[in-house]
């Protein structure tokens, strides 16, 4: 069975950091394309970030590229985003989703930027 | 970037009914449109992609059609649990973006 685990949300400072994790089970992260997603309360979602299979390709939305790294460790089947220099606008829920065209999605996890 | 809007962004049907909604991206991006639909409090589920191909699962009285740079979502029959935001993305180029969304709501 296909499943995605996203961890790693919380409360942090305007500045801070955060590395969210997506655990994967039931494929191998190192096969699949995969994608970072959010969408803050209330909005529409947010294409944030992709990885190809062979992960040589990466590419973000203008509006985190340079503040957020999307790597990929094979060995625990896991996708993460790394997030950085965050502001109130990343409040938000951060999804992962598997392949370009997104067939499955975590639950997400909730990140909240505030002082 | 390829912006893509959506029309109505808000629409209200009966059970029974047929609803069409309306995907228009600022370029032409082939058949590169995927579709999903959002439950409150819920991920996303992809209904559709390559703009037509219902994914495995889903009721055959959703469908997709369109290329270039109109596309459309149709429900027919429309039923209570097809409450939900329905989203467009295109995935011809990077970044790829969303539509704003489609909520529709059961009188």
């Known amino acids: 069975e296909v499943q995605l685990v996203e961890s790693g949300g919380g409360l942090v400072q305007p500045g801070g950091s955060l590395r969210l994790s997506c655990a994967v089970s039931?494929?191998?992260?190192?096969?699949?394309?995969m994608n970072w997603v959010r969408q803050a309360p209330g909005k529409g979602l947010e294409w944030l970030s992709y990885?190809?299979?062979?992960?040589?390709?990466?590419f973000y939305a203008d509006s985190v590229r340079g503040r957020f790294t999307i790597s990929r460790d094979n060995a625990n089947n896991s996708l993460y985003l790394q997030i950085n220099s965050l502001t109130a606008e990343d409040t938000a829920v951060y999804y992962c989703?598997?392949?370009?065209?997104?067939?499955?999605w975590g639950q997400g996890t909730l990140v909240t930027v505030s002082s | 970037d390829i912006q893509l809007t959506q029309s109505p962004s808000f629409l209200s049907a009966s059970v029974g009914d047929s609803v069409t909604i309306t995907c228009r991206a600022s370029?032409?991006?082939?058949?590169?449109l995927a579709w999903y639909q959002q439950r409150p409090g819920k991920a996303p589920k992809l209904l559709i992609s390559?703009?037509?191909t219902l994914q495995s699962g889903v009721p055959s009285r959703v469908s997709g059609s369109g290329t270039g740079t109109e596309f459309t979502l149709t429900i027919s029959s429309l039923q209570p649990e097809d409450s939900a935001t329905y989203y467009c993305?295109?995935?011809?180029?990077?970044?790829?973006?969303f539509g704003p969304g489609t909520k529709v709501d059961i009188k």
């Open positions: 370029q032409g991006i082939s058949t590169y």
């Open positions: 990885i190809s299979s062979s992960g040589r390709n990466l």
């Open positions: 390559a703009a037509s």
């Open positions: 989703a598997r392949r370009a065209v997104c067939d499955f």
């Open positions: 993305q295109q995935l011809d180029t990077f970044p790829r973006t």
């Open positions: 039931g494929f191998p992260v190192s096969s699949y394309e």
